[in-house]
């Protein structure tokens, strides 16, 4: 069982930068793939970034390549979402997800079915 928590969500102007962190407890966290996801309102909860175990192997979506870098420290637990160049297009309830291994495997990183434990979220909003 692992429990997720996020934080770092905030109110920013266009252009700006937020760090989002997701502490986990819990058993073997550096065995899990995780990932960030984030739902606008009337919207599907869509991927947004993922990272292997050991930090070694990051994916992102097309709408924050070059904008979004997710990191980990296995050492605490914590995964973390440096988002850059915010839009208003970015604000979004954002999430912390936790899967297993077999998700990079089979290359279904994008998919909300492939993780296993989640957050409760946190809010993002940009302002243009």
């Known amino acids: 069982q692992v429990q997720l928590v996020e934080s770092g969500g905030g109110l920013v102007q266009a252009g700006g930068s937020l760090r989002l962190s997701c502490a986990a407890s819990?058993?073997?966290?550096?065995?899990?793939?995780m990932a960030w996801f984030r739902q606008a309102p009337g919207k599907e909860r869509e991927f947004v970034s993922a990272i292997n175990w050991s930090g070694g192997s990051t994916y992102y979506a097309d709408s924050v390549k070059g904008r979004f870098t997710i990191s980990r420290d296995n050492t605490k637990n914590t995964v973390y979402l440096q988002m850059n160049s915010l839009k208003p297009e970015d604000a979004a309830a954002y999430y912390c997800?936790?899967?297993?291994?077999?998700?990079?495997?089979?290359?279904?990183?994008?998919?909300?079915?492939?993780?296993?434990?989640w957050g409760q979220g946190t809010q993002v909003t940009v302002s243009s």
């Open positions: 819990g058993r073997a966290f550096s065995s899990y793939v």
């Open positions: 997800a936790a899967g297993n291994g077999l998700i990079l495997y089979r290359g279904n990183y994008y998919n909300t079915a492939s993780y296993n434990y």
